[in-house]
C-alpha cells in the first residue's frame, strides 16, 4: 500500500518563505507532484519530481528524496494569493494513477 | 480550449435515486480518472481508464460504475445513490503515466439527502 503524510495547516505572513513537507511510503516510486487547490476550485498542477534533487519554477521549487521517502514544496516570496491548500501525490506502483495526501491548507496574511 | 468539463455541476439528489456524471476531455488524453474529495479526507481514486473500453478499480469504487465508451468521455454512475456519497467529485485526464500531470476539471457537487 502506499501513504502520504503532510501537515495539515500552516500560516504564513506576505514576503516570507514557507517549505510545505510531505513524506511517503511506497511500494514502489514512481514520481511524486504537488497541486495546488483554491478554495472551491479544481487542483492546478504545480510540480513534478522524480529523481532526486530539487526543481524550481519561479518562486515555487520542489525537492525530492527517494531514499528518505520525503519532499518540500518550498514558497518564496509569499502573496496573499498563495493562500490555498497543498497536494502532495504519489503515483501508484503500477504508474497508471496518483494517490493524494489530504493537502496542506496555507493562509498567508499581510 | 475547454480541457477538462464535468456535467452537472451541482445536484441534489434523494436517497436511491441513481445518476450520471459525465466527464468530457479534448485534450485527446488516454488516462482519465474519478476523485472524490471529502473534508478531512483529500482526494481518494474511485475508478480510473488507461484508455477507451478500459475501467479499473481505485481505493473507494463501492457504489459507484463506470464506463469510458468513447476515448474523450468517461462517465461516473451512482445507481442507488446513499448520503455518504455526498461529496465533491472531481474527474481528470493525462496523456499517459511518467511526468505528464494530470488536468482536472471544475467538479461536481452532490448532495444526497
Known amino acids: 500500500g502506499q501513504n502520504i503524510d503532510q501537515p495539515t495547516e500552516m500560516t504564513a505572513t506576505e514576503g516570507a518563505i514557507v517549505q510545505i513537507n510531505c513524506t511517503y511510503q511506497?511500494?514502489?516510486?514512481?514520481?511524486l507532484f504537488w497541486y495546488q487547490q483554491h478554495a472551491g476550485e479544481a487542483p492546478t498542477f504545480l510540480s513534478y519530481?522524480?529523481?532526486?534533487g530539487l526543481e524550481e519554477k519561479g518562486r515555487f521549487s520542489s525537492f525530492l528524496s527517494r531514499s528518505k521517502g520525503y519532499s518540500y514544496l518550498l514558497l518564496k516570496e509569499l502573496q496573499m494569493k498563495d493562500s490555498a491548500s497543498y497536494l502532495c501525490?504519489?503515483?501508484?506502483?503500477?504508474?497508471?494513477?496518483?494517490?493524494f495526501g489530504k493537502g496542506t491548507t496555507l493562509s498567508v496574511s499581510s | 480550449n475547454a480541457g477538462v468539463t464535468q456535467t452537472p455541476k451541482f445536484r441534489v439528489l434523494k436517497t436511491g435515486q441513481s445518476m450520471t456524471l459525465l466527464c468530457a476531455q479534448d485534450?485527446?488524453?488516454?488516462?482519465m480518472y474519478w476523485y472524490r474529495q471529502d473534508p478531512g479526507m483529500g482526494l481518494r481514486l474511485i475508478h480510473y481508464?488507461?484508455?477507451?473500453?478500459?475501467?479499473a478499480k481505485g481505493e473507494v469504487p463501492d457504489g459507484y460504475n463506470v464506463s469510458r465508451l468513447k476515448k474523450q468521455n468517461f462517465l461516473l454512475g451512482l445507481e442507488s445513490a446513499a448520503p455518504s456519497q455526498t461529496s465533491v467529485y472531481f474527474c481528470?485526464?493525462?496523456?499517459?503515466?511518467?511526468?505528464?500531470?494530470?488536468?482536472f476539471g471544475d467538479g461536481t457537487r452532490l448532495s444526497i439527502l
Open positions: 481528470a485526464s493525462s496523456y499517459e503515466a511518467g511526468a505528464q500531470p494530470q488536468h
Open positions: 511506497t511500494s514502489g516510486f514512481n514520481g
Open positions: 519530481n522524480v529523481l532526486d
Open positions: 501525490a504519489a503515483r501508484n506502483q503500477a504508474g497508471t494513477a496518483l494517490i
Open positions: 485534450m485527446n488524453h488516454e488516462y
Open positions: 481508464s488507461v484508455g477507451e473500453g478500459t475501467t
